[in-house]
């Protein structure tokens, strides 16, 4: 980044062409051919013809390029302004009404800083799929709030990460299952912010500009949006148990009657992953990150312990044993 005076004195700050393009993981030539042809930016020229590309420039064709690798065509989104392309990057459909994919969540704001930021920005919260907006104050009263209604997209703002912290945005993320959580922060501590990354949680700097906080809200709706697609639950979603310890020992008993010894070894897998799942959540932890990170032990032993339940179910089915268990449900604790 420099800064060089045109010759009527005035300063300009900004990117020289090559900067921009490897920040925004392009190559040069690239840059100047969408700048000629389709007019993708306008940066500042100095008196001596030295072309500077501010900030929003590089966000904005970071953006472009992103969304011309998922296929959209360079000259449709050219010119497209930068809240109708934060709209493709969180739906994938134009404002016009193009079907698209859409993420119809509830988000919710943490902070009195990202209230303000969003009213500052006067950013049209349907575009990014929201259909339904709560904000707190802070983290204290949005842990004390009556409605149990799910909240899909969790924005926190806090101007000190720590441990402490960390754990309190954790147990939010829980309490209103979240399916995607965004931190933004000024000051921390790494053993915050790692226990905050082992669950899930992304990260951001204070922004310093509204372009920044689109993106950020834009990633946010999108990770929403692929998870709802994926059909994948929050990491703190838990399934149901398909067999109690009863039926799992009929199964193992079962098995001793065939020459296949799978049944019974499934079985003991299922009743050997959930002891360490309730070990994991019982476990002495010293520390939020420790918790975070028995927590994470737990959740992965839960899927694990899933996937070999819907093994032995096939196996039950298929051998007529008895009636198929009632599909699972996600459980919050």
Same mark, same amino acid.
């Given at each position: 980044?420099?800064?060089?005076?045109?010759?009527?004195?005035?300063?300009?700050?900004?990117?020289?062409?090559?900067?921009?393009?490897?920040?925004?993981?392009?190559?040069?030539?690239?840059?100047?051919?969408?700048?000629?042809?389709?007019?993708?930016?306008?940066?500042?020229?100095?008196?001596?013809?030295?072309?500077?590309?501010?900030? #929003?420039?590089?966000?904005?064709?970071?953006?472009?390029?992103?969304?011309?690798?998922?296929?959209?065509?360079?000259?449709?989104?050219?010119?497209?302004?930068?809240?109708?392309?934060?709209?493709?990057?969180?739906?994938?459909?134009?404002?016009?009404?193009?079907?698209?994919?859409?993420?119809?969540?509830?988000?919710?704001?943490?902070?009195?800083?990202?209230?303000?930021?969003?009213?500052?920005?006067?950013?049209?919260?349907?575009?990014?799929?929201?259909?339904?907006?709560?904000?707190?104050?802070?983290?204290?009263?949005?842990?004390?709030?009556?409605?149990?209604?799910?909240?899909?997209?969790?924005?926190?703002?806090?101007?000190?990460?720590?441990?402490?912290?960390?754990?309190?945005?954790?147990?939010?993320?829980?309490?209103?299952?979240?399916?995607?959580?965004?931190?933004?922060?000024?000051?921390?501590?790494?053993?915050?912010?790692?226990?905050?990354?082992?669950?899930?949680?992304?990260?951001?700097?204070?922004?310093?500009?509204?372009?920044?906080?689109?993106?950020?809200?834009?990633?946010?709706?999108?990770?929403?949006?692929?998870?709802?697609?994926?059909?994948?639950?929050?990491?703190?979603?838990?399934?149901?148990?398909?067999?109690?310890?009863?039926?799992?020992?009929?199964?193992?008993?079962?098995?001793?009657?065939?020459?296949? #010894?799978?049944?019974?070894?499934?079985?003991?897998?299922?009743?050997?992953?959930?002891?360490?799942?309730?070990?994991?959540?019982?476990?002495?932890?010293?520390?939020?990150?420790?918790?975070?990170?028995?927590?994470?032990?737990?959740?992965?032993?839960?899927?694990?312990?899933?996937?070999?339940?819907?093994?032995?179910?096939?196996?039950?089915?298929?051998?007529?044993?008895?009636?198929?268990?009632?599909?699972?449900?996600?459980?919050?604790?």
């Amino acid at each position: 980044m420099v800064t060089s005076s045109d010759e009527s004195g005035s300063a300009q700050r900004g990117y020289r062409s090559g900067e921009a393009a490897r920040l925004a993981k392009m190559p040069v030539t690239t840059l100047r051919i969408w700048e000629r042809r389709y007019g993708v930016v306008g940066p500042v020229k100095t008196a001596s013809g030295q072309r500077l590309y501010s900030e #929003e420039d590089v966000r904005r064709l970071t953006l472009i390029k992103m969304l011309v690798g998922r296929g959209h065509a360079i000259g449709a989104i050219a010119r497209l302004d930068g809240e109708q392309l934060q709209f493709l990057a969180a739906r994938g459909a134009l404002p016009d009404g193009v079907p698209g994919d859409p993420v119809d969540l509830r988000l919710a704001l943490v902070g009195t800083r990202l209230e303000q930021r969003l009213h500052a920005t006067e950013i049209d919260l349907r575009l990014y799929g929201v259909r339904d907006l709560a904000t707190f104050a802070d983290l204290g009263a949005a842990l004390q709030r009556e409605s149990r209604e799910p909240i899909e997209a969790l924005m926190v703002n806090v101007e000190s990460l720590h441990e402490e912290v960390a754990a309190q945005i954790v147990s939010l993320g829980e309490a209103v299952r979240a399916k995607a959580i965004a931190v933004v922060y000024s000051f921390g501590t790494g053993h915050a912010a790692e226990s905050l990354r082992v669950a899930g949680v992304r990260l951001y700097r204070e922004p310093d500009s509204r372009t920044e906080f689109r993106q950020i809200l834009g990633d946010l709706c999108e990770r929403v949006r692929i998870q709802e697609r994926s059909g994948d639950d929050p990491v703190w979603a838990r399934m149901r148990r398909r067999y109690d310890d009863i039926e799992l020992e009929a199964i193992a008993g079962r098995s001793s009657t065939i020459a296949c #010894e799978c049944p019974r070894h499934l079985a003991e897998l299922v009743m050997k992953l959930s002891a360490f799942e309730r070990y994991s959540d019982t476990c002495v932890s010293r520390s939020a990150q420790d918790a975070a990170l028995h927590r994470y032990l737990g959740d992965v032993s839960n899927r694990a312990c899933a996937m070999v339940e819907a093994a032995l179910e096939r196996i039950a089915r298929e051998e007529g044993w008895f009636a198929a268990p009632v599909a699972p449900q996600t459980v919050s604790d």
